[in-house]
């Protein structure tokens, strides 16, 4: 009688290349080598379940130590730190009231930020997200449309926070989703829309429930492409929102607000205290209604806050301090290649200068070191030279040569 040759019925190796197997049914096996990495993957989803769904008070960390841990990468901003870090403290001691039996309720502050744009908002979310022991997801506003419309659905901000964490709804339902460029949706007119419109106060409407807290039946896989799918309900009523957007424009609005607040005796004197470079620190919620946002969207977020315009001094920060700064990714993307690389100091001033005229907040620094240092890194990997000194002339050979200077805003 012919010998029966028994194989894995994972990774399909015979009897002879495997130390032994374990016998299921219907002639099933699985070798010792698949059974051990079944079992590493079955804890490592325990661990990371429980870690999403449990919260220790201890592994909590402090507000203060939230906004040193922000320090290291995003320069200056002190305002915005200290109310992001103490929004995400409270929302972890909302989510630890579940197990006690008092009668307080804590109710959830969702944060709105405003900001010109490359100040900040979204590196402040990213790196947030990092400390966080809870799902965090970050949501462009741009894309969301009305049901009907092409687009993404309101739904599908929930379909994110629920893949980040692996369909744990549980766990989803106490994490944090960052909705950026928001002021994208704001309402194009004063006068409120009787039909529905692609992008405006319709999908204003559509957020309302979702920021102050229902039970929706969210798509797991994207709303129009799978329309058979099961839904999934996700109650809202523990996710923190948090959003962030430039508000262009909205200066204008704040100075007709302060001088029709000026009146009488001490107008002069109270006109002459405002600083009118930084028209942001007196932003207000009717700001935000005047700019196109409707009451029930500004009521729902309740803690305002903004980002400072950045200076000289702090760009001239941004682009060697942090971890994460631009000329530390630059020197680690040559040192890869075995390559020493360093800036003149009248480099990084100059790049300093052109951000500032090119008016383009943190992310002109990126574009104009780019610019500068593009035919260095075509070139230098291929070569044997192991050291390169930045000089300036040679930056400013490469600025001039390019199209750098349409970037520069009016």
Same mark, same amino acid.
């Given at each position: 009688?012919?010998?029966?040759?028994?194989?894995?019925?994972?990774?399909?190796?015979?009897?002879?290349?495997?130390?032994?197997?374990?016998?299921?049914?219907?002639?099933?096996?699985?070798?010792?080598?698949?059974?051990?990495?079944?079992?590493?993957?079955?804890?490592?989803?325990?661990?990371?379940?429980?870690?999403?769904?449990?919260?220790?008070?201890?592994?909590?960390?402090?507000?203060?130590?939230?906004?040193?841990?922000?320090?290291?990468?995003?320069?200056?901003?002190?305002?915005?730190?200290?109310?992001?870090?103490?929004?995400?403290?409270?929302?972890?001691?909302?989510?630890?009231?579940?197990?006690?039996?008092?009668?307080?309720?804590?109710?959830?502050?969702?944060?709105?930020?405003?900001?010109?744009?490359?100040?900040?908002?979204?590196?402040?979310?990213?790196?947030?997200?990092?400390?966080?022991?809870?799902?965090? #997801?970050? +949501?462009?506003?741009?894309?969301? #449309?009305?049901?009907?419309?092409?687009?993404?659905?309101?739904?599908?901000?929930?379909?994110?926070?629920?893949?980040?964490?692996?369909?744990?709804?549980?766990?989803?339902?106490?994490?944090?989703?960052?909705?950026?460029?928001?002021?994208?949706?704001?309402?194009?007119?004063?006068?409120?829309?009787?039909?529905?419109? +692609?992008?405006?106060?319709?999908?204003?409407?559509?957020?309302?429930?979702?920021?102050?807290?229902?039970?929706?039946? +969210?798509?797991?896989?994207?709303?129009?492409?799978?329309?058979?799918?099961?839904?999934?309900? +996700?109650?809202?009523?523990?996710?923190?929102?948090?959003?962030?957007?430039?508000?262009?424009?909205?200066?204008?609005?704040?100075?007709?607000?302060?001088?029709?607040?000026?009146?009488?005796?001490?107008?002069?004197?109270?006109?002459?205290?405002?600083?009118?470079?930084?028209?942001?620190?007196?932003?207000?919620?009717?700001?935000?209604?005047?700019?196109?946002?409707?009451?029930?969207?500004?009521?729902?977020?309740?803690?305002?806050?903004?980002?400072?315009?950045?200076?000289?001094?702090?760009?001239?920060?941004?682009?060697?301090?942090?971890?994460?700064?631009?000329?530390?990714?630059?020197?680690?993307?040559?040192?890869?290649?075995?390559?020493?690389?360093?800036?003149?100091?009248?480099?990084?001033?100059?790049?300093?200068?052109?951000?500032?005229?090119?008016?383009?907040?943190?992310?002109?620094?990126?574009?104009?070191?780019?610019?500068?240092?593009?035919?260095?890194?075509?070139?230098?990997?291929?070569?044997?030279?192991?050291?390169?000194?930045?000089?300036?002339?040679?930056?400013?050979?490469?600025?001039?040569?390019?199209?750098?200077?349409?970037?520069?805003?009016?």
């Amino acid at each position: 009688m012919a010998k029966t040759f028994k194989h894995c019925s994972f990774c399909g190796r015979a009897e002879s290349q495997v130390e032994f197997f374990i016998m299921g049914q219907d002639g099933a096996h699985i070798c010792n080598e698949c059974a051990l990495q079944a079992a590493e993957i079955v804890k490592e989803n325990s661990s990371k379940k429980s870690n999403l769904t449990t919260i220790d008070k201890d592994q909590v960390p402090k507000p203060v130590e939230i906004k040193e841990f922000l320090d290291q990468y995003v320069i200056g901003q002190v305002e915005a730190k200290k109310y992001l870090s103490v929004a995400v403290y409270n929302h972890y001691k909302r989510l630890m009231q579940e197990n006690t039996n008092d009668d307080v309720e804590i109710e959830k502050s969702n944060i709105i930020m405003v900001g010109y744009t490359g100040t900040g908002k979204t590196l402040l979310a990213r790196t947030i997200a990092r400390k966080l022991h809870v799902p965090f #997801t970050i +949501v462009d506003a741009t894309v969301l #449309t009305e049901a009907g419309y092409v687009g993404e659905d309101i739904e599908s901000i929930l379909t994110r926070l629920l893949q980040v964490a692996d369909y744990d709804v549980k766990a989803a339902e106490r994490g944090i989703v960052f909705i950026d460029e928001i002021d994208k949706i704001a309402r194009k007119s004063d006068n409120p829309s009787i039909t529905r419109d +692609v992008s405006g106060e319709g999908v204003q409407q559509g957020l309302l429930k979702l920021l102050e807290g229902a039970v929706v039946n +969210v798509p797991p896989q994207g709303g129009r492409k799978h329309p058979d799918q099961k839904m999934i309900a +996700v109650n809202t009523q523990n996710i923190l929102f948090i959003c962030g957007g430039a508000f262009d424009g909205i200066e204008k609005k704040i100075a007709a607000r302060l001088n029709t607040r000026v009146v009488g005796y001490n107008s002069a004197k109270e006109t002459e205290m405002v600083d009118k470079h930084n028209l942001l620190q007196y932003i207000a919620p009717q700001d935000l209604k005047s700019f196109g946002l409707i009451p029930e969207i500004i009521g729902r977020l309740p803690i305002l806050t903004y980002l400072e315009p950045l200076d000289r001094d702090a760009l001239r920060q941004i682009l060697t301090e942090p971890k994460n700064s631009i000329i530390k990714q630059y020197t680690k993307l040559f040192n890869m290649d075995g390559i020493e690389l360093k800036f003149e100091e009248n480099v990084l001033e100059y790049i300093v200068d052109k951000a500032i005229e090119f008016k383009l907040g943190a992310r002109g620094l990126r574009s104009i070191t780019e610019t500068i240092m593009m035919d260095e890194m075509y070139e230098m990997p291929s070569k044997k030279t192991k050291k390169l000194v930045v000089s300036l002339l040679y930056a400013q050979s490469k600025i001039e040569k390019t199209n750098m200077h349409r970037l520069k805003i009016a």
